[in-house]
Every structure is written in structure tokens, then in C-alpha cells.
């Protein structure tokens, strides 16, 4: 599906103020294990969300869609985009590259998914999750994976000046469990999970859930399939015309949350810089010039 396309969870969500309360229903059973839930017959999905077929009808076109067909026909776009490599992604935006130089072709991109990802972020979802961070009773965790865990550690390294109890999570999953021991009931657990989403990751995310622990998480346009047990998940839009997806919106998403934080809790993030900068000093980690 092209770069820009609203996927069927955003469009559900952008317009589910306006559906019924049978639709809500539906759109409901449709988001629970987005998007395998609305790949079944037209009569399996309304069986499973327990509404007529007629509402499916009905759902599918308030979403903008034509009918059944081209409604599924885009969840399956979706999924083949969800799960594709670096050589498939290679070779969609290869075969179909415009002629503009690659910096403009880049640039377009990161700025259509920077607009799309800003009209998917509910403000107030935003500050609840950066609330949760700032509160100094929870202790903070961050993990990312193959790709992500280098935005993981760049969030750890922020928030470790910031506030105090921060852990970085390490990216072997053989020493999770390690980890996990230490956390607790309203601990908050930060992750990072883009296609082609780590098994591991999930698993840790149900265990986390097990022990009382808020999930924030910082996903793609598909939603990885730890949404279902986050607290609060941040869909961010990632592709370009690349063979890899672009970090650019999530580093953006994750530098707004390190100043709301920040913000918060400046009162003691102050003296703690202080500190810190009097720890550089004694080190001499930094040249000094005068």
C-alpha cells in the first residue's frame, strides 16, 4: 500500500465517535487482534464481533471503503507490508521510484509520515503516557529490539539524567526474565516493536503485563501485536523509499516525550544535571576551552 494510505485501524479510530453502538461493537472485535480479526468470511467477522452482516456492510463504507471486498483487500496490503523484509521493501520502492533525486524523494516521505503520525496522536493519550514516566513512585524500564533497541538506549540515556530508578533493558532476551524480577506492580515498561515484530518482545510484554506493569509503546502504522496490552501505544509512520524503515517520526515522538518529562519534573531534573556536570568536571570527560 502506498506511504501515505490511512490504514483500516487509523480509520477506525479517526471515525469511531461517529458509528453506532453495533458498529462500535464491531470495530471493537476488529481492533482485539487487528488485522487477522477482519481476514475471516463477511459472515465469520460479524459472528465474531456478535452483529448482522448488514452492519458489516454498513461499517466497511463509513470507514470509506466500497464494500466487503475492498475493505479486506486493504487489510491484506496491510499484512504483506507488515511482514515484508528488507528486500521486498527494496524492491516495491525501487521499481516505482519517481525521478526526483533520493534527498527529495527521502524528505517527502519523512514529512508525509511526520503529518500522518501527528494526526494519529490523541494529546491527551500523549500526556497520560508522559505522566507516567515523570511520576517518580514508578520505576522506569526501556527495551527495543534488533533495530530499535539503539532508540531505546538513546531514551534510557536522556531519562537516566532526568529522573533516577531508569533501566535499560538488555537486548538479550536470555536475560529478561532477569529483569522482570525486578519489576512491579505500576512499574512502566517502555518498548519499541516495528515490523517485522520480535516474538520476544511480545513475550516479554505478557509477562510484564502479569506483574501489574503500564506498557508504553512505540510502534509502526500496523501496530505491532503488543497493542493489544499496552497502556498507551504511539503508532508512528515509517516507511520510505528505502530497503529499511525510517527511525526519523519515532526519534521525533521520543524527543517530545524526553522534554514533556522533563518539563514535569524540572524542579528535581535541575539538580540532578547539576550534579551530573559536576561529575563531568572530575572526570574531565569534555574538553574545556577557557
Given at each position: 500500500m502506498s506511504d501515505g494510505a490511512e490504514t483500516v485501524s487509523e480509520?477506525?479510530?479517526?471515525?469511531?465517535?461517529?458509528?453506532?453502538?453495533?458498529?462500535?461493537?464491531?470495530?471493537?472485535?476488529?481492533?482485539?487482534?487487528?488485522?487477522?480479526?477482519?481476514?475471516?468470511?463477511?459472515?465469520t467477522v460479524a459472528d465474531n464481533a456478535r452483529v448482522s452482516t448488514p452492519t458489516v456492510v454498513r461499517t466497511v463504507k463509513k470507514l470509506g471503503f466500497k464494500g466487503f471486498p475492498e475493505f479486506q483487500a486493504r487489510l491484506?496490503?496491510?499484512?504483506?507490508?507488515?511482514?515484508?523484509?528488507?528486500?521486498?521493501?527494496?524492491?516495491?520502492?525501487?521499481s516505482n521510484a519517481p525521478e526526483a533525486h533520493i534527498l527529495n524523494r527521502f524528505a517527502d516521505a519523512v514529512i508525509s509520515n511526520m503529518r500522518q503520525t501527528l494526526t494519529q496522536i490523541d494529546p491527551a493519550d500523549f500526556d497520560a503516557a508522559c505522566a507516567l514516566l515523570a511520576d517518580q513512585k514508578r520505576s522506569v524500564?526501556?527495551?527495543?529490539?534488533?533495530?530499535?533497541?539503539?532508540?531505546?538506549?538513546?531514551?534510557?540515556?536522556?531519562?537516566?539524567?532526568?529522573?533516577?530508578?531508569?533501566?535499560?533493558?538488555?537486548?538479550?532476551?536470555?536475560?529478561?526474565?532477569?529483569?522482570?524480577?525486578?519489576m512491579k506492580d505500576g512499574d512502566v515498561l517502555v518498548m519499541f516493536d516495528i515490523r517485522r515484530y520480535e516474538h520476544a518482545i511480545f513475550k516479554l510484554a505478557e509477562m510484564a503485563r502479569s506483574r501489574g506493569v503500564a506498557i508504553i509503546l512505540l510502534t509502526d502504522?500496523?501496530?505491532?501485536?503488543?497493542?493489544?496490552?499496552?497502556?498507551?501505544?504511539?503508532?508512528?509512520?515509517?516507511?520510505?523509499?528505502?530497503?529499511?524503515?525510517?527511525?526519523?517520526?519515532?526519534?521525533?515522538?521520543?524527543?517530545?516525550?524526553?522534554?514533556?518529562?522533563?518539563?514535569?519534573?524540572?524542579?528535581?531534573?535541575?539538580?540532578?544535571?547539576?550534579?551530573l556536570e559536576s561529575l563531568f568536571d572530575a572526570s574531565r570527560l569534555f574538553k574545556k576551552f577557557v
Open positions: 480509520a477506525i479510530r479517526s471515525r469511531f465517535a461517529g458509528l453506532t453502538r453495533a458498529e462500535r461493537q464491531l470495530a471493537n472485535s476488529l481492533l482485539e487482534n487487528y488485522p487477522v480479526s477482519g481476514l475471516g468470511s463477511i459472515t491484506h496490503q496491510e499484512l504483506e507490508a507488515a511482514l515484508s523484509d528488507p528486500i521486498a521493501k527494496h524492491e516495491h520502492w525501487a524500564h526501556l527495551v527495543g529490539g534488533r533495530i530499535t533497541r539503539a532508540l531505546a538506549d538513546y531514551f534510557f540515556t536522556h531519562m537516566q539524567v532526568i529522573r533516577d530508578d531508569v533501566t535499560l533493558v538488555a537486548s538479550n532476551s536470555n536475560a529478561w526474565p532477569h529483569y522482570v524480577l525486578n502504522q500496523w501496530g505491532s501485536p503488543v497493542s493489544k496490552l499496552a497502556q498507551h501505544t504511539f503508532n508512528m509512520h515509517i516507511e520510505v523509499p528505502s530497503a529499511w524503515d525510517t527511525s526519523v517520526v519515532t526519534l521525533f515522538v521520543v524527543e517530545a516525550m524526553i522534554e514533556a518529562v522533563q518539563s514535569v519534573t524540572w524542579g528535581t531534573t535541575r539538580d540532578r544535571m547539576r550534579e
